[in-house]
């Protein structure tokens, strides 16, 4: 019998002063049984970095062939496909050919995923609409570390920073673009 995802929940307050962008909002996140901590938080702080109308959060690892994050427009259309933690991006090709005027986002903290990535883009022929962000290692690995189902942030997100306040603990890092949409 399979286990089922944990329920999380996030009462995030979210100003994104870069986007013009002001959310309040109650995101809830299924964590499955084998998905880290670290990869819980990257979704979470895509959700709040990437933040536009009708953003879900995915099914995450429950289904291979989904996204982490995604829109759709108001006919069911694919607009926007986020992935966190890792991508490869001969599948982030295939999603944006088969999905004409959708755009992709990786979100990643790790430098060796990251630079992989990014050698795998460098080889493309054809330009495609995809932004690879880099999160700050260390701001990931700190919110991973609260463990509580139920969560409150406060997020303010500005010149390529990300402020983010917890139950009275102030974290902070970077999170900057390393490739445009092309």
Request: with cysteine.
């Amino acid at each position: 019998m399979a286990i089922a995802p944990v329920r999380m929940e996030y009462k995030i307050q979210l100003a994104n002063v870069d986007r013009g962008r002001d959310v309040a909002e109650t995101v809830v996140v299924g964590r499955h049984p084998s998905e880290t901590a670290e990869h819980l938080t990257l979704r979470v702080l895509a959700w709040c970095l990437l933040n536009e109308d009708r953003l879900e959060i995915g099914p995450g690892l429950s289904a291979a062939d989904a996204a982490d994050l995604w829109t759709h427009d108001l006919t069911g259309r694919l607009t926007t496909w986020i992935e966190c933690g890792s991508a490869q991006g001969e599948e982030l090709r295939r999603v944006l050919q088969q999905n004409a005027g959708a755009k992709a986002h990786v979100v990643l903290y790790e430098p060796r995923r990251r630079d992989d990535l990014l050698a795998e883009i460098a080889r493309w022929k054809r330009s495609l609409p995809l932004t690879v962000w880099f999160v700050d290692p260390e701001l990931v690995r700190a919110l991973a570390g609260i463990e509580d189902r139920r969560q409150r942030w406060q997020v303010t997100i500005t010149d390529d920073h990300i402020y983010v306040e917890v139950d009275g603990a102030a974290f902070d890092g970077e999170a900057r673009r390393e490739t445009e949409s092309r």
